[in-house]
Antibody, heavy 121, light 109 residues
Framework: QVQLVQSGAEVKKPGASVKVSCKVSGYTLTELSMHWVRQAPGKGLEWMGGFDPEDGETIYAQKFQGRVTMTEDTSTDTAYMELSSLRSEDTAVYYC??????????????WGQGTLVTVSS | EIVLTQSPATLSLSPGERATLSCGASQSVSSSYLAWYQQKPGLAPRLLIYDASSRATGIPDRFSGSGSGTDFTLTISRLEPEDFAVYYCQQYGSSPRYTFGQGTKLEIK
């Protein structure tokens, strides 16, 4: 059973950066494809990006290109999502979620508990 | 980019009733790549259905998914009190990799 435990809530000022962590247990990070999804208060889910095993690289939603960096530390089985140049619209709960793909389907099967990032001056 | 539109935005029903939630795609979606999630307040989403009609592990059989092409449906045959939540459809594609619908809130009437 995969478990994803995320770091705690953050409060940041506009223009700053935030780095959220996601610790994996039950599996090793190399066995998983980790993605990140965010949810603004009272809004829907928005995919940000993640590791694409088909291409062997991390892919990002166009909206976040240039502002987001997703990395992994396989020695500690921890994934990270860093978002820079924060603005108030980035206030949201950020989730890590594994992406499972077979030859016929792809979906997010395991989710972290979420990390609230608040951007406020 | 494929856009998923869910309807209705809010569905008000009573326990024991049947719920039918719709997800329409702006372009044809492979059924294999259509999933449904349930989200309760303050919690992460939970996978319900994948491949448009396959139930995830531990999901009760009152939940079923159907559809193909541009029209997909999540049906809850007989609502239990714990089923009142927000439901999202999601598709997997080329760019962006994942797209979500805007959600349907299922509330108690």
């Amino acid at each position: 059973q995969v478990q994803l435990v995320q770091s705690g809530a953050e409060v940041k000022k506009p223009g700053a950066s935030v780095k959220v962590s996601c610790k994996v247990s039950g599996y090793t990070l190399t066995e998983l494809s980790m993605h990140w999804v965010r949810q603004a208060p009272g809004k829907g889910l928005e995919w940000m990006g993640g590791f694409d095993p088909e291409d062997g690289e991390t892919i990002y939603a166009q909206k976040f290109q240039g502002r987001v960096t997703m990395t992994e530390d396989t020695s500690t089985d921890t994934a990270y999502m860093e978002l820079s140049s924060l603005r108030s619209e980035d206030t949201a709960v950020y989730y890590c979620a594994t992406s499972y793909c077979s030859s016929t389907s792809c979906y997010h099967d395991y989710w972290g508990q979420g990390t609230l990032v608040t951007v406020s001056s | 980019e494929i856009v998923l539109t869910q309807s209705p935005a809010t569905l008000s029903l009573s326990p024991g009733e049947r719920a039918t939630l719709s997800c329409g795609a702006s372009q044809s979606v492979s059924s294999s790549y259509l999933a449904w999630y349930q989200q309760k307040p303050g919690l992460a989403p939970r996978l319900l259905i994948y491949d448009a009609s396959s139930r995830a592990t531990g999901i009760p059989d009152r939940f079923s998914g159907s559809g193909s092409g541009t029209d997909f449906t999540l049906t809850i045959s007989r609502l239990e009190p714990e089923d009142f939540a927000v439901y999202y459809c999601q598709q997997y594609g080329s760019s962006p990799r994942y797209t979500f619908g805007q959600g349907t809130k299922l509330e108690i009437k």
